[in-house]
């Protein structure tokens, strides 16, 4: 008898594992409660998906890129994964990712929901092929104080319409005093941040310069457009319009200190409106802000577009019920409810114009008009050892602009700036 | 003395004729921590070294062991390539690491031996000041960078606070995080986590040194520094001898306070705060150049090999008891 139910048991056992399907899927902390809030973002797709349990791992952005990496080289990994845009293109060109096929393609409109600047971080520069879809976005935009442009009388309108215009505001705004507490213009990283090169590629853009090459093949930081946005970038500093003592911070430490009316402007993300809304609700900051697209340059106002992606890995045993869960994560309702929880601007531009999304305050609806401007870099496998050098050598110009090592100068800037692309050049000829 | 080379000579000379009789049991004993000596230190060492000799970057990591052969062009280009992404910043992280553990050891050292020597007496309230004083070395290292980080913040940070609006030692608060100074900032928290450790095993030292000796010294005449340099500092040297080369090899592996402090290793600490570790972790993993960062760390490895056999020969004397 005994001998007979552990045959039963052993065979219902036996059927409901050949039924069942498990997916894993590594995500980065996108919420603050990302292992409770990204099974909630599930639970309608599971609901329809009866056979299908999913394993939800929370990385780190500190160690996940190791982890990523190394499932990739031994093609031992999870079912379906979050990468951040300028992740994907150097996994998927080690060979870890799944293309997706024409009839996939077509399930998604071949991106056309998606922002263009997403959509193209999908891919591999120079190739074919598409690895995933756009999750979420982060756009950047500048966060100002009302009350201290108001105080100051500075039209918040004029101020951004052009970087003299900026320059002149910043000048008129620094050192105002509001309820007590001096501001000071601008807050910006100095070198101990991880955001060195996204808090300045917006004015190289809009200067009409580039971070590469047409063909990415060189650094194009030596370029005279280039040269002059990270001129006028420095001087922000050199003029104390950024106190020399915010470069030595990093961003969380600044938007911690914007939000607690220590800075007139800060150029950050969508992360950003979290922390307001989580401040005290008498707070000075909460009740007098709103947002701006970046100062307008010779050649307009475009924002760095960054974010993450969803994409099958190559390993994967089950790769359609993979793509089932990301083109539902892929859709316009799970973007939206993800970017509820997690002030992360949805990556389809219908989810980003819902009213769920943009009537929650108005500085969310111009988060989605300045994605307009979005622009992201280029999707070359070689950008993170890139983006390194990038950091390591443009975190100097604190050294410079702080006062303390040397003067700033053109001359010295220029100097620097050569460093770096001898050795972005370096990089990038190992990468082609 | 002829008579024991006869002696010595007979035996000899007797010896082939027995067969020796090995026993097994020690090495039966040893035989599982050799083993796993083997598996967590040699095979990876190997394995460390053939990697120094493959191209193996982002492009052929998928290949890793299989990456393409290249001999000694690795050691070639992270040494003396000027424009190899490795080598660059190389020569100031090497000067920033002599000088830092030097600094840093010879403070600890003597932070260390002078507390315990403080220590090294009877006084009430002795066992609490002894765990209080160990309180630093029980945070991790990540812990104290990121703390002392925020500590040396130019205007909020608690030592410019102290310096200049309590103590008045200056006139003006000066950037840590920034410029030269960032070499003191890095060399202070190592001081601060690693004196306890060292005042602990001095004091243990300490203990074992036999009253009497003190005691005939005094009735020689000899004074308290007399004392010292001829009773304590020797009975302490082999204790010495043997902290002086762990903390010189510790500091020169030094990592997580500096990636901790600046940028939690997203930055760059600058020209007097890079040390040979973080530059290794940065421009090998960060610049997927693995082959490349296999081979500093084969030529750290020798490096380190050589100082620890010439320390060793140097100081063998001094670590026996026949000093």
Redesign the interface.
């Known amino acids: 008898m005994a001998r007979r139910c552990a045959a039963a048991v052993a065979l219902g056992l036996a059927a409901a594992s050949a039924g069942a399907v498990e997916l894993t899927m590594w995500v980065m902390p996108v919420t603050t409660n990302a292992q409770h809030d990204v099974p909630d973002l599930l639970a309608p797709w599971l609901a329809q998906h009866p056979d299908v349990h999913v394993r939800v791992t929370v990385l780190d952005w500190?160690s996940g890129w190791?982890k990523i990496?190394a499932a990739?080289?031994s093609?031992r990994g999870p079912d379906l994964l979050e990468l951040g845009t300028t992740w994907m293109p150097?996994i998927a060109?080690?060979?870890?990712l799944e293309a997706l096929t024409p009839r996939q393609l077509a399930e998604v409109d071949n991106g056309s929901p998606y922002y263009p600047e997403l959509w193209k971080t999908t891919q591999v520069f120079g190739r074919s092929g598409v690895y995933g879809l756009p999750w979420y976005a982060d756009v950047r935009a500048a966060f100002y104080r009302t009350d201290v442009f108001r105080q100051a009388g500075v039209d918040p309108v004029q101020a951004f319409a052009s970087w003299d215009a900026f320059h002149a505001a910043l000048k008129k705004i620094n050192g105002q005093v509001v309820a007590g507490k001096h501001v000071a213009a601008l807050a910006y990283a100095?070198?101990?941040?991880?955001n060195?090169v996204h808090n300045l590629a917006p004015w190289i853009w809009n200067a009409g310069g580039d971070m590469l090459s047409a063909d990415a093949r060189h650094s194009a930081l030596s370029t005279p457009q280039a040269l002059r946005a990270i001129d006028f970038y420095s001087s922000l500093a050199v003029e104390g319009l950024v106190p020399?003592?915010a470069?030595?911070?990093?961003s969380d430490i600044l938007e911690g200190a914007w939000v607690g009316g220590d800075y007139g402007v800060i150029f950050s993300g969508p992360w950003l409106m979290r922390r307001i809304f989580e401040s005290p609700p008498g707070s000075v900051v909460r009740s007098n802000f709103d947002v701006a697209p970046y100062p307008a340059g010779p050649h307009g106002h475009a924002t760095f577009f960054g974010g993450s992606n969803l994409a099958i890995f190559k390993g994967s045993r089950h790769k359609a019920e993979a793509w089932e869960l990301v083109k539902y994560l892929g859709g316009k309702a799970p973007q939206v409810q993800l970017a509820l929880v997690s002030s992360m601007m949805p990556a389809r531009i219908d989810a980003a114009n819902d009213p769920a999304w943009t009537s929650r305050h108005p500085a969310y609806a111009k988060l989605t008009a300045i994605a307009a401007d979005g622009r992201a870099y280029p999707p070359i496998?070689?950008w993170?050892?890139l983006e390194?050098?990038y950091?390591?050598?443009l975190?100097?110009l604190?050294?410079l602009t702080?006062g303390?090592?040397d003067q700033y100068s053109v001359p010295a800037m220029k100097a620097l700036i050569a460093d770096t692309v001898?050795?972005a050049d370096?990089?990038l000829e190992?990468?082609n | 003395m002829s008579g024991l080379g006869l002696t010595v000579s007979t035996a000899a000379r007797e010896r082939p004729k027995r067969r020796r009789r090995v026993d097994a049991f020690p090495y039966l004993l040893l035989a599982p921590a050799a083993l796993m000596m083997i598996i967590v230190n040699l095979v990876p060492i190997v394995q460390g070294f053939r990697m120094s000799l493959l191209k193996l970057?982002?492009?052929t990591?998928?290949q890793?062991m299989d990456a393409p052969f290249i001999g000694l062009r690795n050691y070639r280009g992270v040494l003396f390539d000027p424009?190899?992404?490795v080598h660059?910043g190389m020569l100031g992280a090497l000067r920033n690491t002599a000088l830092y553990s030097l600094l840093v050891t010879v403070c600890a050292v003597a932070i260390g031996l002078g507390v315990a020597l403080l220590l090294n007496r009877e006084f009430p309230g002795k066992a609490l000041a002894r765990t209080l004083l160990m309180l630093p070395w029980v945070v991790p290292t990540y812990v104290v960078g990121t703390l002392w980080?925020f500590m040396w913040?130019?205007?909020?940070g608690i030592i410019n606070h102290v310096l200049v609006d309590v103590l008045h030692l200056m006139d003006h608060k000066?950037?840590?995080?920034?410029?030269?100074n960032t070499f003191f900032a890095i060399v202070i928290p190592t001081v601060w986590r690693a004196w306890p450790v060292l005042m602990l095993i001095f004091l243990a030292a300490l203990q074992a040194v036999p009253e009497e000796l003190y005691e005939a010294a005094r009735l020689d005449g000899a004074n308290a520094w007399q004392r010292f340099r001829n009773i304590t500092l020797p009975s302490l040297m082999p204790v010495i001898v043997i902290q002086v080369m762990f903390q010189i090899i510790d500091n020169i592996y030094s990592y997580n306070i500096v990636a901790m402090?600046?940028?939690?290793?997203?930055?760059?600490p600058?020209?007097w705060g890079d040390l040979l570790m973080p530059l290794l972790t940065?421009?090998s993993?960060?610049?997927?150049?693995f082959g490349e960062g296999a081979a500093v760390s084969f030529v750290m490895m020798a490096v380190m090999l050589v100082f620890v056999a010439v320390w060793m020969r140097t100081f063998r004397r001094s670590m026996t008891s026949e000093a």
């Open positions: 500190e190791n990496t990739a080289a093609r150097a060109a080690m060979g870890g100095g070198k101990n941040d991880w060195v020399s003592n470069l030595e911070k990093d496998p070689a993170g050892p390194t050098v950091t390591k050598h975190g100097q604190a050294e702080s303390i090592a001898i050795e370096k990089v190992e990468a | 970057n982002q492009y990591l998928s890793f424009a190899n992404p660059s980080g913040q130019r205007d909020e000066p950037f840590w995080l920034i410029g030269g402090m600046f940028g939690k290793g997203a930055g760059y600058g020209e940065r421009q993993f960060s610049y997927w150049r």
